[in-house]
């Protein structure tokens, strides 16, 4: 399924965000090989940090990091975007910077070298100065106009949930004649603390990534491609291929994965694209363009919802042994065993707020008239 994503044609809308995963030349051209329509780099700037040890926190379902970026020096990118394109392939290079014009000067370093495109990191859940430039749409349109104004390639603006103006911020960024913008990073975060020795897992905040923060990347994206006319591409806890046509259903034109190939390696990307293809083949789908922003319609604003009398109904299948979610979520004590057994919804009760049908694992439970 390919798409046409800031005029770069990509074979599949699957892009593999900036994270240590790209951090050279060698781990670019392995994630090109995984089968991407386009890989990113981990972010470059002006004078590298150490890492910090430990840097990255797993709690089965969701990562915290506080990496800071590549610490390879900008003119060894020359070298490593040499190497990342020897078999072919899209390279984005991500560039991070306090100022336009240092920000700028990274951007033309990285056009000469090769990128194809260039992303900006304006926005880091880590330490403070960056988060602050997230949020300011006139710094946004600042930082975005130096590069846009000195590179030929496409420039793309990397947004954070942290700012709460987000469709403002995506609207500087259009007018200061970026591309397109991708949402979002990495959220701040503390993972958890260690109850026993008073640590939390970390020794300082972090971004907060992986499958628990689809729901924010999901929202993001809708929001943003609800209010401006700009291509999105949608990042955060994409882990399968249905969560990839979750955010092109919501408008997105292509999509990014990191912490999915973190946790699984690059095989799990080369499986995310194979079953996008497989489900798009059997459909005779060919382009994003096809079903990109279908779930719009579906999507209301508060005011525009109708109540419509709804209520849970039971279906004739079985129960799960000894399973009673339904009856012991039922805020409104609608749901409740009779004589035999079988689980009854009262319908004078029952107020249709629909949970129980999500809790019911045996699908026994539905909304209806
Ligand atoms: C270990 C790690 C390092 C990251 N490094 C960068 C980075 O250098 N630049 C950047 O823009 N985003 C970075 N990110 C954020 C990801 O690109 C992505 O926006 C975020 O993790 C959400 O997507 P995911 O849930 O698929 O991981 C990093 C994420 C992780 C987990």
Not at 102 to 114: P, T
Not at 171 to 179: D, I, L
Not at 286 to 310: M, Q, R, Y
Request: aromatic share 6%; glycine share 10%; net charge negative.
């Amino acid at each position: 399924m390919k798409t046409n994503f800031l005029g770069l044609p990509l074979k599949n809308p699957v892009i593999i965000a900036a994270g240590p995963w790209n951090r050279d030349g060698e781990n670019i051209r392995k994630s090109l090989a995984s089968g991407a329509g386009a890989v990113i780099t981990e972010t470059i700037i002006s004078e590298p940090n150490l890492d910090a040890r430990p840097r990255i926190a797993y709690n089965g379902s969701g990562a915290q990091n506080i990496r800071l970026y590549s610490d390879v020096q900008i003119e060894g990118w020359e070298r490593e975007i040499e190497i990342a394109k020897q078999d072919g392939g899209l390279v984005i290079a991500s560039v991070s910077a306090h100022t336009p014009s240092e920000l700028a000067y990274l951007a033309v370093k990285m056009e000469k070298y090769g990128a194809d495109a260039i992303e900006l990191g304006l926005s880091t859940p880590m330490g403070g100065a960056l988060e602050v430039i997230a949020s300011d749409p006139e710094e946004v349109y600042n930082m975005t106009r130096c590069v846009v104004e000195n590179v030929k390639i496409p420039v793309i603006v990397k947004l954070s949930q942290n700012a709460s103006n987000l469709s403002t911020v995506a609207k500087a960024v259009k007018r200061a004649g970026g591309s397109g913008v991708s949402a979002i990073n990495a959220i701040r975060c503390i993972l958890g603390v260690d109850i026993e020795t008073n640590k939390p897992l970390l020794p300082t905040y972090g971004g907060y990534s992986g499958v628990p923060i689809k729901p924010l990347g999901l929202a993001s994206v809708a929001t943003i491609v609800q209010s401006v006319d700009i291509p999105v591409c949608g990042i955060g806890g994409i882990d399968s291929y249905e969560n990839v046509l979750e955010y092109i259903l919501l408008g997105a034109s292509a999509v990014q994965v990191g912490t999915s190939l973190l946790i699984n390696g690059r095989s799990h990307i080369t499986k995310i694209i194979h079953d996008l293809e497989r489900w798009a083949e059997e459909r005779g789908i060919t382009d994003v363009d096809d079903i990109k922003g279908k779930a719009l319609d579906n999507l209301k604003s508060f005011e525009e919802i109708k109540i419509e009398p709804l209520y849970s109904h039971v279906k004739d299948i079985d129960c799960i042994p000894g399973c009673n979610k339904c009856i012991n979520s039922c805020m409104y004590e609608a749901i409740y065993r009779n004589e035999d057994g079988e689980i009854v919804v009262d319908p004078n009760l029952c107020t249709g707020c629909g949970l129980c049908t999500f809790l019911c694992d045996a699908r026994k439970l539905y909304l209806g008239w």
